[in-house]
């Protein structure tokens, strides 16, 4: 379940950003583009360094990190939202 709502929440986080933060999205962009140039730069073979340059963008990169915003606000709503239905347990 955190798994698909993440995946629809992080694209609405992206778009949101991009009409509402403008300039929080060019930053996460810009370190999207350092975390890839880091990863890409590796001292690898020339085989897996093409793989992983096939496989990987910027843009991914962009996306991961509002996968991860979006899994953080999942994980505190679902905390506060269990806290707040289920009673807690005594100890006797």
């Known amino acids: 379940m955190t798994l698909a709502l993440s ?11 991009a009409l509402f933060q403008p300039s929080w999205l060019l930053m996460v962009q810009d ?10 730069s590796t001292d690898l073979p020339p085989t897996y360094r093409a793989a992983l340059r ?3 963008s910027e843009p991914q990169f962009t996306l991961v990190f509002f996968t991860i ?6 994980a505190l709503f679902a905390t506060s939202f269990t806290i707040a239905v289920r009673p807690l347990m005594r100890r006797d």
């Open 7 to 17: 995946a629809i929440l992080a694209p609405i986080l992206l778009v949101s950003f």
């Open 31 to 40: 370190a999207s583009g350092v975390v890839y140039r880091f990863i890409t």
């Open 69 to 74: 915003i979006a899994r953080v606000i999942i």
């Open 54 to 56: 096939q496989w990987t």
